[in-house]
């Protein structure tokens, strides 16, 4: 919603002007400045919300709130968590003030619908990126896929792929792909909960709940790994974290035209526990309070309302450390 003038409108204001005929008092009464008086009054509304998205394939991440950014006109949004561009499934959005509750936003418990390939290796793991390997994949049966499936859940360590956002001396990894460089990349911790493995019509699946920041393609890579064989990434959904399911998702599409918004303490971790606020004047003025709990962190909440996330520290007390509202 912007207001267009004519370049004979603009030249007829700028002639006012230099001749002195339009007067201060009179200036908030002309058509112009009553105009830009509207743009103003427009950009400081706020949209706050949180809402569940079915990321489409061929997009990235940043596009998808980027387009959130314009359907809603609120120029703080967020998501929180990254799914590939050509990945599908659930992002998180976060806009207006609810961008403050992405630090204690749900991150574990991961749910991946995936497909996989044999036979080819790729350097990016999957079948977007530049074959570097073939080998022609022997008799797999899915028994010895699901075994060694079974044999990777718990703790490991993970090399992320050159093509994450991974930051190595200031650059994201993907940077330095694109100009054909390697970087050292260090493992990183990984937790796998559950790996299920199908095969349909010829298609090898794989179901995986895992910790945030898994790479599926390098988990598949691994498994491959482990029965002798080759094997990237096809296709990856998501299609849940922790207690919120992609089935509870809308489109861009839908978003445009019947968005449905998420209650806020929703999407918050399991690990903190919402208080109900029973002194919302000194939550809210960012005072210390002193509770009998041995959590160290909570959120306050009021029904349905977030107000403010509290620490405990030393003192026994609970101090504020990020105002929600």
Same mark, same amino acid.
């Given at each position: 919603?912007?207001?267009?003038? %004519?370049?004979?409108?603009?030249?007829? @204001?700028?002639?006012? *002007?230099?001749? /002195?005929? $339009? +007067?201060?008092? !009179?200036?908030?009464?002309?058509?112009?400045?009553?105009?830009?008086?509207?743009?103003?009054?427009?950009?400081?509304?706020?949209?706050?919300?949180?809402?569940?998205?079915?990321?489409p394939a061929g997009m990235t991440s940043f596009a998808a709130v980027s387009?959130?950014?314009?359907?809603?006109?609120?120029?703080?949004?967020?998501?929180?968590?990254?799914?590939?561009?050509?990945?599908?499934?659930?992002?998180?959005?976060?806009?207006?003030?609810?961008?403050?509750?992405?630090?204690?936003?749900?991150?574990?418990?991961?749910?991946?619908?995936?497909?996989?390939?044999?036979?080819?290796?790729?350097? %990016?793991?999957?079948?977007?990126?530049? @074959?570097?390997?073939? *080998?022609?994949? /022997?008799? $797999? +049966?899915?028994? !010895?896929?699901?075994?060694?499936?079974?044999?990777?859940?718990?703790?490991?360590?993970?090399?992320?792929?050159?093509?994450?956002?991974?930051?190595?001396?200031?650059?994201?990894?993907?940077?330095?792909?694109?100009?054909?460089?390697?970087?050292?990349?260090?493992?990183?911790?990984?937790?796998?909960?559950?790996?299920?493995?199908?095969?349909?019509?010829?298609?090898?699946?794989?179901?995986?709940?895992?910790?945030?920041?898994?790479?599926?393609?390098?988990?598949?890579?691994?498994?491959?790994?482990?029965?002798?064989?080759?094997?990237?990434?096809?296709?990856?959904?998501?299609?849940?974290?922790?207690?919120?399911?992609?089935?509870?998702?809308?489109?861009?599409?839908?978003?445009?035209?019947?968005?449905?918004?998420?209650?806020?303490?929703?999407?918050?971790?399991?690990?903190?526990?919402?208080?109900?606020?029973?002194?919302?004047?000194?939550?809210?003025?960012?005072?210390?309070?002193?509770?009998?709990?041995?959590?160290?962190?909570?959120?306050?909440?009021?029904?349905?309302?977030?107000?403010?996330?509290?620490?405990?520290?030393?003192?026994?007390?609970?101090?504020?450390?990020?105002?929600?509202?």
């Amino acid at each position: 919603m912007y207001c267009y003038y %004519t370049g004979n409108e603009k030249e007829a @204001v700028q002639e006012e *002007k230099r001749e /002195g005929t $339009i +007067r201060h008092r !009179d200036r908030k009464n002309h058509p112009v400045f009553f105009a830009f008086r509207r743009i103003v009054q427009y950009n400081s509304l706020r949209m706050d919300g949180i809402l569940l998205l079915n990321k489409p394939a061929g997009m990235t991440s940043f596009a998808a709130v980027s387009r959130c950014r314009r359907i809603f006109h609120e120029k703080k949004t967020g998501h929180t968590g990254t799914l590939d561009p050509e990945a599908t499934g659930l992002l998180i959005i976060l806009l207006g003030k609810y961008t403050k509750l992405l630090p204690y936003a749900v991150s574990d418990h991961k749910r991946y619908s995936a497909e996989m390939v044999f036979g080819v290796r790729t350097d %990016t793991d999957d079948i977007w990126g530049s @074959v570097t390997d073939r *080998k022609e994949p /022997g008799m $797999i +049966r899915q028994e !010895d896929l699901q075994k060694a499936a079974d044999a990777m859940i718990g703790r490991r360590e993970q090399i992320p792929p050159m093509v994450s956002a991974v930051r190595v001396n200031g650059k994201k990894l993907y940077e330095y792909a694109r100009k054909g460089q390697q970087a050292e990349r260090k493992p990183r911790p990984a937790e796998f909960y559950s790996l299920k493995v199908s095969k349909e019509n010829d298609v090898w699946h794989l179901d995986a709940e895992v910790s945030g920041g898994t790479y599926i393609r390098t988990l598949i890579r691994d498994l491959g790994d482990m029965i002798g064989e080759y094997a990237v990434m096809s296709a990856l959904k998501r299609t849940g974290i922790e207690h919120l399911s992609l089935a509870d998702a809308c489109t861009l599409e839908e978003a445009e035209k019947n968005p449905v918004f998420l209650e806020p303490r929703r999407i918050l971790r399991p690990d903190i526990p919402a208080v109900e606020c029973e002194c919302v004047d000194d939550v809210l003025h960012g005072r210390s309070v002193l509770l009998d709990r041995n959590d160290p962190l909570i959120v306050f909440v009021q029904s349905e309302q977030v107000l403010a996330a509290y620490e405990k520290r030393q003192d026994g007390r609970y101090h504020c450390a990020r105002g929600l509202l």
